[in-house]
């Protein structure tokens, strides 16, 4: 079974310029999430989709940060304008449901300079 | 809020010894508990999964327990290997379905 997969893999920008970065969950999966993981700290929730619906983007700043998963599958987060304060690893787990075990990929690792 | 805290934040163990790690929660009304691991570079791999109302969960030399009412999780993991070395991360799952991690605690195996 094929994992979670997220690209880019690196990616360095300069604030104010806007990133995107993509998500391909497990095949089945109706769950997917999308995580900020600034260093030293735990992974913290940006948003979480069932299907294509919204089930919680309250942690998600949405003055520069939007999220999108079309038809379901596929996910794409976006940073338009991006901050110095933004460089994190962002991560996108998904699952079969809510409140079932959740599956991570590599994660993104975003420098702003 | 749900809080979520680890502690230590850091363990160095030599090989072979039995340890115990702590995670702490604010709110009781959780729906599970999942243990995770995180490996320098990469995502997180989970380890372990307790719903609310089990008392523990084993797999292989790593065994989790969950004491809702007081708030509390350990993960135990028995004879540690220096391939066992990360960062562990625990995270619940109120019954909202909201998801809060811990911080975790970066284990070193001595060899």
């Known amino acids: 079974e094929a994992g979670v997969a997220q690209s880019p893999r690196y990616k360095i920008i300069e604030k104010r310029q806007s990133v995107a970065f993509w998500c391909n969950p497990i095949s089945g999966h109706a769950t997917l999430y999308w995580y900020q993981q600034i260093l030293g700290q735990g992974p913290k929730l940006l948003i979480q989709f069932q299907n294509n619906g919204v089930v919680d983007d309250s942690q998600l700043p949405k003055d520069r940060f939007s999220a999108e998963r079309l038809k379901g599958v596929d996910s794409t987060l976006k940073i338009q304008p991006a901050k110095l304060e933004d460089s994190a690893v962002y991560l996108c787990?998904?699952?079969?449901?809510?409140?079932?075990?959740?599956?991570f990929g590599p994660g993104t690792r975003l420098t702003v300079t | 809020k749900q809080e979520v805290t680890q502690i230590p934040a850091a363990l160095s163990v030599p090989e072979g010894e039995n340890l115990v790690l702590n995670c702490s929660f604010t709110?009781?009304?959780?729906?599970?508990l999942q243990w995770f691991r995180q490996d320098p570079g990469k995502g997180l791999t989970s380890l372990l999964l307790?719903?609310?109302?089990?008392r523990e969960q084993t797999s292989g030399r790593l065994n989790a327990s969950l004491d809702k009412s007081s708030g509390r999780s350990t993960l135990y993991i028995a004879a540690s290997q220096p391939g066992d070395s990360a960062t562990y991360l625990c995270?619940?799952?109120?019954?909202?379905?909201?998801?809060?991690f811990g911080t975790g605690t970066s284990l070193t195996v001595i060899p």
């Open positions: 709110d009781s009304a959780i729906y599970n």
């Open positions: 787990a998904s699952s079969y449901a809510q409140g079932l075990s959740q599956y």
């Open positions: 307790i719903q609310s109302s089990q």
């Open positions: 995270a619940v799952t109120n019954t909202g379905n909201q998801f809060y």
